[in-house]
T-cell receptor, first 112, second 115 residues
Framework: SQKIEQNSEALNIQEGKTATLTCNYT??????LQWYRQDPGRGPVFLLL?????KEKRKERLKVTFDTTLKQSLFHITASQPADSATYLC???????????FGKGNQVVVIP | GAGVSQSPSNKVTEKGKDVELRCDPI?????LYWYRQSLGQGLEFLIY????????KSGLPSDRFSAERTGGSVSTLTIQRTQQEDSAVYLC?????????????FGPGTRLTVL
């Protein structure tokens, strides 16, 4: 079955720097890959979706890349702010069965 | 507009009791998903509904778990004879339709504690 790997260690980063998170997957390549943000005690919030034929997607200070050869997506937060502190989840579509598989998430802590 | 709502926000129950968790999806969304999130773990898929099609129940962990969606809108997740390992946050999400190209909108979750 598809495995999704995100770094279990929190990423501590200085305000203003770029935070980069990695999402690796095994087996088949998904047609779509999504990133969500989750704050403590809340449900995840959708951030970005990237398709397999797209190499990069941007939204404000966020950038996502998708490398189907490496089976990896990178998620970047540029000019990070303390308000960006949260857990970020990647999610992949599950080969034609209409649902998403989520990674465990990677926590980001932006230090003022 | 209103987002996805869930009730109750917290539920404490005794082992062996039945519980019902409710989800109100965004109006017009045909797809509805239930997930479970244990402490420090990722989202575990439980079940999804798409329109009038038969639900995908492949993620339900045991036959103590069931869900229904009435009138293509509100959904109820029922856990019978609760066990301590059922303690988790139960999240509901809806999307315009099923498929990985559709973003999911999540509710705030129901935190279930089984004593």
């Amino acid at each position: 079955s598809q495995k999704i790997e995100q770094n279990s260690e929190a990423l501590n980063i200085q305000e203003g720097k770029t935070a980069t998170l990695t999402c690796n997957y095994t087996n088949y390549s998904p047609a779509y890959l999504q990133w969500y943000r989750q704050d403590p005690g809340r449900g995840p919030v959708f951030l970005l979706l990237i398709r397999e034929n797209e190499k990069e997607k941007r939204k404000e200070r966020l950038k996502v890349t998708f490398d189907t050869t490496l089976k990896q997506s990178l998620f970047h937060i540029t000019a990070s702010q303390p308000a960006d502190s949260a857990t970020y989840l990647c999610a992949l579509d599950m080969d034609g069965n209409n649902r998403l598989a989520f990674g465990k998430g990677n926590q980001v802590v932006v230090i003022p | 507009g209103a987002g996805v709502s869930q009730s109750p926000s917290n539920k404490v129950t005794e082992k062996g009791k039945d519980v019902e968790l409710r989800c109100d999806p965004i109006s017009g969304h045909t797809a509805l998903y239930w997930y479970r999130q244990s402490l420090g773990q990722g989202l575990e898929f439980l079940i999804y509904f798409q329109g009038n099609s038969a639900p995908d129940k492949s993620g339900l962990p045991s036959d103590r778990f069931s869900a229904e969606r009435t009138g293509g809108s509100v959904s109820t997740l029922t856990i019978q004879r609760t066990q301590q390992e059922d303690s988790a946050v139960y999240l509901c999400a809806s999307s315009f339709q099923v498929g990985g190209n559709n973003e999911q909108f999540f509710g705030p979750g129901t935190r279930l504690t089984v004593l």
